[in-house]
């Protein structure tokens, strides 16, 4: 087994998924405004120590993605985030890519970058303790897009970060991330997003990515939040499948979903239903944002930042997430 596959198996593996907690300092003071709170650095630090401390983060968390901004804070007792995180039997990564810009000759569509510089910014980050990494491609759907130039120069600069990962020996997280705005169906997203995955592992052959030391961080196959027509969990969970089955090679170990704007239970109830009839190779759990941190973020900013309090709301997420990276998740259990 390569280093690479045993770094992308601990993170993933016995229903352990990753707490994506990467945002930007321009999405987080976004997040932190929306509930009153100023954003500082020193605000931001305190909300995402509360969270790495928290007592599901051992057992739960197989992995946490920083930005730039945490992975060289240090708390109050002197302890960097990355000693924080590795002492609580989790792994620390990064998030390299440095934003989403208008791709040139189709301008309402972006390509990603951060490929300038990308090999010296990996090795810094390795210093500082990071094992795995994290890129986002974004696309949209309508009837026009995703084009055929974001579809190539997305899954490109994909394939060119992930060998330059796997060369500093850290995993990457290849997330190419089908938007849920807009009315299209659950059909075309099914169809959209499998042409974008499928593009994303021909580029990663090409260059060579050893396939067994990546993690796909995929959407789920949902219709966009204007369409009318909706469908049911089952179809949701047998169309991600379907999708995943067709578009990703076998090597690939794991596949963690983004919530991408389900709310925390849509996003619980889904993976469970997806994990009920599971019934490829590949283990699915969740690198989740949003359906992670939405009430826990609530609650520090409602309770005045309890430690206590605010850890309990994350530690309930975290351990729903983790029954439904199983299949083990009812809602039941998210009553008691
Ligand atoms: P969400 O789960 O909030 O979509 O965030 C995941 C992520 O890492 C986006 O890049």
Known sequence: MSELNKIALKIISGGK??????????????????????????????????????????????????????????TKSGKTIPDIIYEKG?????K?????????????????????????RLKKYHELGARFTKWRGVYKITDKFPSKIAIHSNAHALARYAALAQE??????????VLMNGDHTALEC??????????????????KVDLKGVILK??????????????????????????LKKSVPNEVPGIAFLSGGQSEIEATENLDFINKS????????????????????????????????????????VEMCTLAAQGKWSKQLEKN
Request: net charge negative; with cysteine; proline share 4%.
């Open 17 to 74: 998924g990753i707490l994506a907690a990467d945002e930007s300092n321009g999405t987080m003071t976004k997040r932190l405004e929306a509930v009153r709170i100023e954003s500082t650095p020193e605000n931001r630090l305190l909300f995402r120590e509360t969270l790495f401390t928290s007592k599901n983060i051992e057992g739960c968390i197989g992995g946490v993605i920083l930005y730039d901004e945490t992975i060289k804070q240090k």
């Open 278 to 317: 599971n019934n490829t190779n590949f283990i699915m759990t969740y690198s989740y944002g949003r359906a992670l941190q939405q009430n826990a973020l609530k609650t520090w900013s409602e309770s005045d930042k309890d430690i206590n309090q605010t850890q309990k709301a994350f530690n309930k997420r």
């Open 218 to 243: 995929p959407n789920m196959i949902l219709p966009g939040c204007d369409s009318k027509i909706k469908i049911s969990k089952e179809e949701v969970s047998s169309k991600t499948i379907e999708c």
């Open 190 to 207: 099914l169809k959209k997003t499998s042409e974008v995955i499928e593009k994303c592992f021909e580029e990663l052959i090409i260059h």
């Open 168 to 177: 500093c020996e850290m995993v990457p997280i290849v997330e190419p991330e």
């Open 90 to 94: 989790s792994i620390p990564g990064i």
């Open 96 to 120: 390299v890519d440095t934003g989403a810009k208008i791709l040139s000759n189709s301008p309402d569509e972006t390509i990603t970058e951060g490929l300038d510089g990308l090999r010296e």
